[in-house]
């Protein structure tokens, strides 16, 4: 069977974020998978991602690192209870901080294979480091904080 | 006369930029203006800018960070050498790094007004703080790090 991606476990009221929203049609739709201890994601820029002619936009390259960092802190929790994506009770991280080093221009045109690692598992709370890979270069760095959403505004999003 | 945006004063090949580009026709547009010793830009966002419903998107708020950063860098390297943005040579800046803090949710609907502050105008590098305001409250915080775009990119970039 293959494996399901971390933003499809989420539940409706978390389907509609812009960058990883299953149910954002308009949105990047971003998919985040494990791969050993190290997560991953693949995206194909459009054309009008420019930042400048033959570059990807590194807004959109702030956008992967944020989607798959709260992907990846919201399946780390679930690791660090030792239990599957699927069980009760749900956990939704949101972003606390986002640090993007831009290391050289990212080019425009192929698949950008978004990478991280989870650095630390504390409360509430989940570190993540992450990379961007294009034509085998690293291109960008980045650093996520994620914390789980308080239960007030899960209950608030039920009720919106 | 209407004050223009720095971006307006960005060249052809500067302009296709997704986040702030003139000529992307699909993009944000973004439009940066002096206010006093700072600097400020309004943006409305979409409402398929969702986060969690209600809550606008965090890549989103990264990007307005982001492009208005390098708008406020270039505004800046012309102001430090005490000249307009229209005379030669020109300066043209890249993000080199980018901080978010997202102090508290953002809410969709209301107009966003990001606001940058110059902190250090040093060689090729401008560093710049910026937070966006909602509602008359400040929900995110941000710093960016812009260096000057080398010459031997634009000179690609005008072959190209």
């Not at 998919?31 to 590194?58: C, L, M, N, R």
């Not at 949101?94 to 630390?120: F, I, M, Q």
Request: with cysteine.
């Amino acid at each position: 069977m293959p494996q399901k991606a971390f933003q499809d476990y989420y539940p409706e009221y978390f389907a509609h974020c812009y960058g990883c929203g299953s149910l954002n049609e308009v949105g990047n739709q971003l998919k985040s998978f494990w791969e050993g201890d190290e997560t991953v994601a693949y995206f194909q820029p459009k054309p009008y991602h420019t930042a400048i002619p033959g570059y990807v936009y590194g807004g959109l390259l702030a956008s992967l690192i944020d989607c798959h960092g709260t992907g990846t802190a919201a399946a780390a929790g679930y690791r660090a209870e030792n239990r599957e994506m699927d069980t009760e009770p749900p956990l939704r991280y949101l972003t606390a901080s986002l640090h993007v080093d831009y290391l050289k221009p990212t080019p425009l045109g192929p698949v950008l294979e978004v990478r991280g690692r989870v650095k630390e598992v504390k409360g509430r709370k989940v570190s993540v480091e992450e990379w961007i890979v294009v034509n085998g270069m690293v291109t960008v760095r980045g650093e996520l904080v994620a914390v789980q959403v308080p239960e007030s505004l899960v209950k608030e999003l039920l009720q919106g």
